[in-house]
């Protein structure tokens, strides 16, 4: 076996493949960029090397960079883990030529696969069953549309190199086929330097189950079941689950073996993943073949008992496969919720800031394969970062992967909804609350799965803001006294300090005061903000908010677990702050209070003054208006991209373009004016 290895990867996948590593008594080099030197993947593994900035284009995906970092630690094999080099031909090529093991399959076999439209001729040879559609060369724009034309609408755009949603289009006139190309191209050339896409039918109610596959180089090929991907937001996948809601033994098999033949025809070696998109009848068709370990191989380890990173290893190092097909049976339901740093609410705009705060669900064990002959760990989480950590704008924004194990799909849906509720993140909007809404819903529950589950069930996925409840308010209002009280007592020889006097306690007389705060609601409702009324006692508060007055007394508290008693009812939560913003998590929910500072300047929000602002740093990459146009509202004006992907700014409104500030290519800062606009 291998005794040192070079993990070319960062976040969670680094830790991860770190994690097997160590346990395998083998030692681990890490490469990291500037952006990333206090990056948790750096610190779990034995040795860490810098090799550029943080843009991955100099750091991450410089091939002869880490290859020499390679050779100068002695490293004897390089794990890429996805995304950046991992499929990679060029790069696995260059491995090899110094000696090197690539962990992955041959550079032939990522060539046949790594374009889609090849991997399709190719399969279309092999009999596998493909989506109708255009794969061939030619890419004439008018051409292409012909051919969306005969395919018939609605049409799906892919880049051919294409990967984890980007560049995809779905068309649904032949009218908008030409301006969907274009915006199909300019992503794939800017996400995978190369323009070339195909037309296929996008069909309708679709789900994704793709499988899992693993071959050594002693001629030894398995599928390792299904998982079924369904749950997708933009084309990316959101939950992951193991074995597929409904699969019967039949089909399951006979994916499986026509995943096997995929494999083979390539020549495959290590771990693969050959996804297919099914019909609700069944039927399936070949979509792609992934020539990486994926981000959710963690629900096939949990079924099936493996850890798939050790496969890689000893598959790299000319062992066998470590069970036969057989050998492989499916233990349990396993499901995987991708966490991530964005705001669902806003067209899951990806959310960039530092984790203050981040506490995951408890009794977690990272036991990869479970314990000898019983079941795997209920719990598991595979993160990148730590508290403190930030999430920039140059990678995805992925927080953590939170996957769950039960004995059956039931208890497995059990455990995630629990563990969401104890996942409590301060610092950056994530999707935790919507993941939440997203498994107890009744479509996932009742696995009534497709591609388009999410946008279908958009009511119930994205309620209105509710008004936030008394038992909320009431622990936002225990923390911040508590807090002034600690401040007051601490410091209160500082006269400059208002909090120095401001101290409720009065011996035998009640003092009255008002708290007031804030949250989307109360913004939305322009209903001001929510007034607490506290009334000091020897031992305790009166409370009245909402027209409600009851007792409330402070029973425990331990850091941020505060339990206090409102009237008869007995409420526990914790209560974490920053700034004047009160994360209060109750009940398995998280309420964003904002205390409405009496002392701080008056708001002083920022006029929107008629300004286009970037909603986050990134690239102008198509600037659509012009000096002095007449625009209507929703227009398309500028389109940057940030974080991977094309966000659109239109117009607010009717009005006109009074200047434009940026040009293509243009790097912008968040909030930064991108036009001057006029109102009509
Ligand atoms: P990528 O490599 O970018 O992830 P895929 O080809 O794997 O792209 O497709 C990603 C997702 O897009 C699929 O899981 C599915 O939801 C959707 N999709 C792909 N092809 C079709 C199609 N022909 N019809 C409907 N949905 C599709």
Redesign the pocket.
């Known amino acids: 076996m291998f005794t040192k290895i070079l993990i070319a990867n960062r976040g969670e996948i680094a830790c991860r493949v770190a994690a097997t590593a160590r346990r395998m008594g083998i030692r681990t080099v890490a490469v990291y960029s500037e952006a990333d030197a206090n990056a948790k993947h750096v610190a779990v593994c034995d040795e860490a090397v810098l090799i550029g900035p943080a843009a991955a284009k100099e750091s991450y995906l410089c091939g002869d960079k880490i290859i020499a970092v390679a050779l100068a630690t002695g490293a004897e094999a390089i794990h890429p883990g996805y995304g950046f080099l991992s499929e990679n031909a060029e790069f696995a090529d260059a491995c090899a030529e110094v000696g090197l093991v690539f962990i992955g399959p041959p550079a032939s076999a990522m060539r046949a696969m790594g374009s ?1 439209s090849a991997a399709k001729s190719l399969m279309e040879k092999a009999n596998v069953p493909l ?1 109708p559609g255009y794969h061939g060369d030619e890419q004439d724009p008018d051409f292409l549309q012909q051919q969306g034309d005969r395919i018939g609408y609605p049409v ?1 755009l ?2 051919s190199a ?7 289009r779905v068309i649904e006139k032949s009218e908008d086929f030409k301006a969907a190309l274009a915006s199909c191209k300019r992503e794939a050339i800017s996400s995978f330097g190369d323009d070339k896409v195909l037309a ?4 309708l109610r ?1 789900r ?1 189950i793709e499988i899992q596959v693993f071959a050594d180089t002693l001629g030894n090929c398995v599928y390792l079941h299904e998982r079924d ?2 749950v ?1 937001r933009r ?3 959101v939950l992951e689950e193991a074995p597929a809601p409904g699969m019967s033994p039949e089909r399951r098999a006979a994916m499986g073996e026509a995943a096997v033949a995929a494999a083979r025809a390539v020549g495959y070696v290590g771990a693969g993943t050959v ?1 297919f ?1 099914a019909n609700q009848d069944g039927s399936f068709y070949f ?2 073949m992934n020539t990486r370990l994926q981000v959710e191989h963690p629900v096939t380890e949990m079924i099936t008992g493996t850890d798939l990173v050790e496969w890689q290893l000893r598959v790299a190092n000319g062992q066998p496969l470590p069970k036969t097909q057989a050998e492989l049976g499916i233990h349990g339901h396993a499901i995987e919720a991708r966490i991530y740093a964005e705001n669902p609410e806003k067209g899951f705009l990806p959310s960039i800031g530092t984790l203050r705060h981040m506490d995951t669900p408890g009794a977690v064990s990272f036991e990869l394969g479970g314990t000898p002959g019983g079941s795997p760990a209920a719990v598991r989480i595979d993160s990148g970062v730590r508290e403190g950590d930030a999430i920039s704008p140059y990678y995805d924004p992925m927080i953590a992967k939170l996957i769950v194990w039960g004995a059956d799909r039931t208890q497995a849906l059990a455990r995630m909804s629990q563990a969401l509720a104890e996942f409590q993140i301060v610092g950056l909007a994530t999707n935790i609350a919507f993941l939440k809404r997203l498994v107890e819903g009744a479509a996932f529950a009742t696995a009534d799965l497709d ?1 388009g589950l999410i946008e279908r069930n958009a009511d119930t996925l994205f309620p209105p803001p509710k008004a936030a409840p008394v038992g909320a308010l009431a622990l936002a209002a225990v923390a911040l006294t508590g807090a002034e009280k600690q401040a007051s007592s601490g410091q209160s020889h500082n006269r400059s300090d208002p909090w120095g006097n401001a101290l409720g306690w009065r011996l035998n007389s009640a003092y009255q005061r008002q708290l007031s705060f804030s949250d989307e609601y109360s913004a939305a409702k322009e209903s001001k903000a929510y007034k607490v009324g506290l009334t000091y006692r020897p031992h305790g508060w009166d409370l009245s908010v909402n027209g409600i007055d009851a007792e409330l007394a402070v029973t425990a508290q331990a850091g941020a677990e505060l339990s206090i008693k409102l009237g008869a009812t007995s409420i526990h939560g914790a209560v974490r702050r920053d700034g004047d913003t009160f994360h209060v998590f109750t009940g398995g929910r998280h309420f964003v209070l904002v205390y409405n500072d009496p002392m701080a300047h008056a708001g002083e929000a920022e006029a929107a003054g008629g300004r286009l602002t970037a909603p986050m740093p990134g690239k102008v990459v198509a600037v659509l208006a012009t000096k002095g146009q007449q625009v209507k509202k929703g227009d398309p004006l500028v389109i940057m991209e940030a974080m991977k992907m094309e966000h659109t700014i239109g117009a607010p409104g009717d009005g006109l373009v009074e200047e434009i500030l940026y040009q293509v290519g243009d790097q912008v800062a968040d909030g930064a004016p991108l036009l001057a606009f006029k109102a009509a």
Do not use: F, N, R
């Open positions: 889609k989506v799906l892919k880049a294409g990967g984890g949603g980007k560049g995809m296929e039918k996008y069909l679709p994704h991907c369904s997708q084309h990316q996948k996804e998109i979509m792609e591609t």
